[in-house]
C-alpha cells in the first residue's frame, strides 16, 4: 500500500465529470454556477493531472527499480507551449472532457485560451528541448529534463508607434496547475568565498571550497507524459529562495531592511530568463543561473535518484547528462569538485567519470554567441571551479603538446583560456574536451562545427564528433495544431504515423489522386480561416480571402534576413506605385512576419520598426488593389506558431548560408504542406534533399560561395549600383517615403545593409526576386501546387524529433527505450 499509486478515475464521461466537479469544489472552492473561466480551467488542469498521476507515480517506481541508465537533459530553457491539450491528448481524455465539460454546460475550446504558455525559452533551442523531452516519454526512455523555473518567461512584445515594447511575461498570475513545487526537497547551492588546502585524516593533502552565500533550490515538477504509453517522465525546473541561514545571519546584526534585500538577491537568480538569444552579455547574474540549476541537478541526481551508496565510480551507467549548448558546461567542473573534494576521488579517476557523464550539443556557428566567462567573474563566483577549470585545461595542453610537439601556436589556440580582450574561459571548448561526443544540429552544422569552429579538436579527435539533425514533435506540431490534416492522414494511411513519422511515405501516392488533392486544399483552406479567425480577435487583423500566404516567423536576426523579405516587398510596391508594373501583374500574396527582437538589439529592433512603417504604407495604398497585404502580429510566440504555421503556403527559410544551424520551423512548416522558398542552409539542405528540388524553392548562394565573396571581400554598394530595381527599392525607404518624410529614420538599416551587409541580403536579392516569381508561377496551377505540398508532407517524416532521439540513443547516449 505504501508503494503502490492510486489507482485512476474512470476513463470515461461519468468518471470525468465527477472528478471535474470534485477539483472544482475542493481545489478552486466554487460550485460550478459560480465558478469562473479561470476556476474551470484550473479545476481541468487538476483532472486531467489526476489522471496522469497514477502512471507517473509508476513511471518512478519501474524506473528507479529497474537501474537502467537515465538521460539528464541539461538545458536554461524549455519553451513548452501550452500544456492542457498536449495532456488531453496524451492521456486520451479529448473527447471525454469535451463531453463532460458540455454536460457542465461549458465549451472546452473557452478554457483552452484561459492558459497562458509557459515560455521559458527565447526560441529555436528552447522549444527542441521541449520536442525531445516529449519524444523521450513517447519513446519509453527514462529521462529527466532539468532547468530553471523562471518567474517571468519571455517578455511579451507589444508594438507603440511600430515600435517593439516588452512587457514582462507574467505567466503565473492565475495560477500554475501543471507544477508540483517540493520545497521539502531543496538543494542548497553555494557561491563566493575561497577554496583552501587541508590534510585529511589519512594526512592527504586536499582541497575544499568555503563559499561565502547560498541559495535554496526548490523543485517544480511538471509531468511530461508520453503519447498514449502510459509512461510519464519528470521536468525538473529548479526555483531559487533565500535559505533560512542566509537571511538569519543578517537579521542577528539586527539590519531588518538589508535582510529583506539579502533575500531579494537570492531570489534574483530565477526571476526572468535572458532574452538575449545569440549574444551572450557576460552578465554575473546569468553565470548565477546557469551554475545554480546545474549544482542543483547534479546533487539531485546524486543525492536522491541514485539507491544510497551507490558507488559513484559506476556513475555513468546510470546517468548521461546532454548540455543543451555551453549554457550548463559548468556541471562539468561542478562533477569534478563533487568527486574529488567531497568523494575523495583522485583527478584520474574523477576525470575519467565525468569525461563520460556528459556530451555537449552546439547551436551556433556565429562567433560572437560563443560563450567566454571572464575569469576574473568565475573566480569571484566559482573560485573552486575556475580551479578545475584551469587543472582541466593544463591537462589537456600538455595532451596537446604531446601529440603534435613544437607546435606551441596550436596549443595557444586550443587552450580553453583565451586572453584578449580580457581573461576568460571558452565554454565550447571546455564543453568539447570533457564531453564524449560533440554535435550539430544537422549535417551542413556539423560539417562546419568540424571544418571551421572547432577544427583543431576535431582533427585531435575525429571520432568524438558527429552530427544529429533536429527534429519536431509530430504530436503537437501536426497533430494538436492541425486536426484537420491529422484526420485527412489518419482517413488514409491509418493513425501509427503519429509514432513512426516516415510512415507518412505513404501519402506520395495520393499526390496524383484529384480527390485527395481536393481534401488536402480544403484543410489548407479551412486552416486559413481559422488563422484569420484568430488574427481578428487577437489582433484586429484582416486577412483577405484567397490570397498567398507567405509567412516568416523567427527571432528577429540579421543573419535570418528579414530585410531581404522586406526588401521584396518594398521592391513590388515600388514597381506598382512608380508604374513599372500594374497591380494585376501581382499574385495576391499576404506576408505574415512574426518575430521578437532582444531588447538591447538595436538593428532588430529598428527592423521591427521599418517592417510596421512599411506596413501601414503598404497595406493603405490603394493602388496595390488589395494584392498585398503586411500582417505583423506583435507577440510571436508557441501558441500562435500553432495556429499560423498550418495555415502557410509558402515557408521562408532564407538565412545567409552557412549562418543557422538547423532551423526547426522549416520542418514544421513543410510537415504542414507548406512550400519553402529557403537558402543552402542548416535542416534546409536536408528538406531539400528528401522532398525533390522540383518541390523546394531553393536559391542564393551556398556557403561555400559566401565563403569565397567573403574572402574576395563583398561590397554590398556595388549590388546596389549595378541593380536599378534594387536601387529602385533602397531609394524609396531611403526619401522617408515610409516614415512620414523622415529621411533618416531608418539610417541605421539602409546604410548597414549598403556599407557592411555583413549577411549578404543584397548580393542575394536578385535571385530571391527571381525565385519568388517561381514560386507565383507554380501557385498559379493550384493543382500542381497541391500535388508539390502533399509530397512536402509524405516527404518529411524523417523531422520527427522521435527520430532525432533514436539517434541520440544510438550514437551518443548508448542506451536504449525500457520496454
Ligand atoms: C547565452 C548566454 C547569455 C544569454 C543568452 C544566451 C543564449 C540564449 C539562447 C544564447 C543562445 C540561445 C538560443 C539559441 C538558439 O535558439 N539557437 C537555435 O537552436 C535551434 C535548435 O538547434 C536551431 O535550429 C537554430 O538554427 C539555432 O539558431
Not at 556541471?331 to 583527478?347: N, Q, S, Y
Not at 550539443?361 to 576574473?376: F, M
Amino acid at each position: 500500500l505504501a508503494t503502490a499509486p492510486v489507482g485512476s478515475p474512470s476513463h470515461n464521461v461519468d468518471g470525468f465529470v465527477r472528478e471535474f466537479l470534485h477539483e472544482l469544489n475542493t481545489n478552486q472552492g466554487v460550485t460550478l454556477s459560480a465558478s469562473s473561466l479561470n476556476d474551470q480551467y484550473l479545476a481541468l488542469a487538476s483532472t486531467v493531472k489526476n489522471y496522469l498521476m497514477a502512471r507517473w507515480l509508476e513511471t518512478g517506481l519501474k524506473t528507479r527499480a529497474a537501474k537502467v541508465k537515465t538521460v539528464g537533459y541539461l538545458s536554461a530553457e524549455y519553451l513548452l507551449g501550452r500544456q492542457l491539450d498536449n495532456a488531453l491528448l496524451a492521456s486520451d481524455l479529448a473527447d471525454i472532457a469535451e463531453k463532460g465539460l458540455e454536460l457542465c454546460g461549458i465549451d472546452l475550446a473557452d478554457l483552452r485560451v484561459q492558459e497562458v504558455e509557459p515560455g521559458l525559452g527565447n526560441g529555436g533551442l528552447g522549444r527542441l528541448a521541449a520536442c525531445f523531452i516529449d519524444s523521450l516519454a513517447t519513446m519509453d526512455v527514462p529521462s529527466i529534463g532539468y532547468g530553471i523555473r523562471y518567474e517571468y518567461g519571455i517578455f511579451r512584445q507589444t508594438f507603440v508607434d511600430g515600435r517593439q515594447v516588452e512587457q514582462p511575461d507574467t505567466w503565473l498570475a492565475l495560477g500554475a496547475p501543471w507544477e508540483f513545487p517540493h520545497p521539502e526537497s531543496a538543494v542548497q547551492v553555494h557561491f563566493g568565498g575561497h577554496t583552501e588546502r587541508y590534510a585529511d585524516d589519512g594526512g592527504q593533502e586536499r582541497t575544499r571550497w568555503v563559499p561565502s552565500w547560498n541559495v535554496l533550490a526548490v523543485p517544480y515538477n511538471y509531468m511530461v507524459p508520453g503519447y498514449l504509453n502510459g509512461r510519464v517522465n519528470t521536468l525538473r525546473l529548479w526555483s531559487a529562495q533565500a535559505t533560512k541561514a542566509f537571511d538569519l545571519q543578517i537579521f542577528n546584526s539586527g539590519d531588518y531592511a538589508q535582510a529583506v534585500r539579502a533575500q531579494t538577491f537570492a531570489e534574483n537568480i530565477s526571476k526572468v530568463l535572458y532574452p538575449e538569444d545569440s549574444t551572450p552579455q557576460g552578465k554575473e547574474l546569468r553565470l548565477q543561473q546557469q551554475y545554480f540549476f546545474v549544482a542543483a541537478s547534479l546533487r539531485d541526481f546524486i543525492d536522491h535518484e541514485l539507491e544510497p551508496g551507490f558507488d559513484l565510480h559506476r556513475l555513468p551507467e546510470r546517468i548521461t547528462f546532454q548540455l543543451n549548448d555551453t549554457h550548463p558546461v559548468i556541471a562539468v567542473p561542478e562533477l569534478m569538485r563533487i568527486l574529488i573534494d567531497e568523494h575523495g576521488f583522485d583527478w584520474d579517476e574523477a576525470w575519467e567519470v565525468t569525461r563520460q557523464c556528459f556530451d555537449y550539443t552546439c547551436h551556433t556557428l556565429l562567433p560572437e554567441a560563443l560563450e567566454v566567462w571572464p575569469t576574473e567573474l568565475l573566480g569571484r563566483l566559482l573560485p573552486r571551479h575556475l580551479e578545475i577549470i584551469f587543472q582541466i585545461n593544463d591537462q589537456f595542453l600538455s595532451l596537446v603538446r604531446q601529440t603534435y610537439p613544437g607546435d606551441e601556436m596550436l596549443a595557444r589556440r586550443m587552450s580553453m583560456i583565451s586572453e584578449h580582450p580580457e581573461r576568460g574561459v571558452r565554454m565550447a571548448f571546455l564543453a568539447t574536451v570533457a564531453a564524449s561526443r560533440v554535435n550539430g544540429v544537422a549535417e551542413l552544422h556539423s560539417q562546419l562545427l568540424r571544418d571551421k569552429v572547432l577544427p583543431d579538436f576535431s582533427s585531435l579527435w575525429p571520432e568524438k564528433f558527429t552530427n544529429v539533425t533536429n527534429g519536431v514533435t509530430p504530436r503537437r506540431f501536426v497533430r494538436l495544431s492541425n486536426p484537420l490534416l491529422s484526420e485527412l492522414i489518419t482517413d488514409t494511411i491509418g493513425a501509427g504515423w503519429l509514432t513512426d513519422l516516415e510512415r507518412l511515405k505513404e501519402l506520395e501516392p495520393y499526390a496524383d489522386d484529384p480527390q485527395f488533392r481536393e481534401r488536402f486544399a480544403a484543410v489548407k483552406a479551412a486552416n486559413k480561416h481559422r488563422l484569420t479567425d484568430l488574427l481578428r480577435a487577437r489582433d484586429g487583423i484582416d486577412l483577405p480571402d484567397g490570397h498567398l500566404l507567405d509567412v516568416m516567423v523567427k527571432r528577429l536576426h540579421e543573419y535570418k534576413r528579414q530585410s531581404l523579405k522586406l526588401l521584396h516587398i518594398v521592391s513590388l510596391y515600388e514597381q506598382v506605385i512608380s508604374g513599372k508594373i500594374s497591380a494585376a501583374d501581382l499574385t495576391p500574396r499576404t506576408v505574415v512576419f512574426g518575430a521578437k527582437a532582444a531588447p538591447g538589439y538595436r538593428m532588430a529592433k529598428d527592423t521591427i520598426h521599418l517592417i510596421n512603417k512599411v506596413a501601414a504604407k503598404v497595406n493603405a495604398a490603394p493602388e496595390l488593389e488589395e494584392r498585398l497585404k503586411i500582417a505583423f502580429p506583435a507577440n510571436y510566440n508557441v501558441t500562435l506558431a500553432e495556429t499560423l504555421i498550418p495555415a502557410a503556403d509558402l515557408s521562408e527559410q532564407i538565412s545567409l548560408a552557412g549562418m543557422e544551424a538547423s532551423g526547426t520551423g522549416n520542418m514544421k512548416f513543410a510537415l504542414n504542406g507548406a512550400l519553402t522558398i529557403g537558402t543552402d542552409d542548416g535542416a534546409n539542405v536536408e528538406i531539400r534533399r528528401l522532398v525533390g528540388d522540383k518541390h523546394f524553392f531553393l536559391f542564393g548562394m551556398d556557403e561555400p560561395a559566401v565563403s569565397a565573396l567573403g574572402a574576395k571581400g563583398y561590397n554590398p554598394g556595388s549590388c546596389y549600383e549595378a541593380n536599378p530595381q534594387l536601387k529602385a527599392t533602397l531609394d524609396l525607404i531611403l526619401s522617408g517615403h515610409f516614415s512620414d518624410g523622415d529621411r533618416h529614420l531608418f539610417d541605421s538599416v539602409v546604410y548597414n545593409l549598403l556599407n557592411q551587409d555583413r549577411f549578404m541580403a543584397l548580393a542575394d536579392f536578385q535571385a530571391y526576386v527571381d525565385t519568388q516569381a517561381k514560386v507565383e508561377e507554380r501557385y498559379a496551377d493550384q493543382e500542381a501546387w497541391t500535388r508539390s505540398t502533399i509530397l512536402n508532407v509524405a516527404r518529411t517524416g524523417y523531422f520527427s524529433s522521435d527520430r532525432s532521439m533514436r539517434d541520440y540513443l544510438q550514437r551518443i547516449w548508448h542506451t536504449s527505450p525500457m520496454l
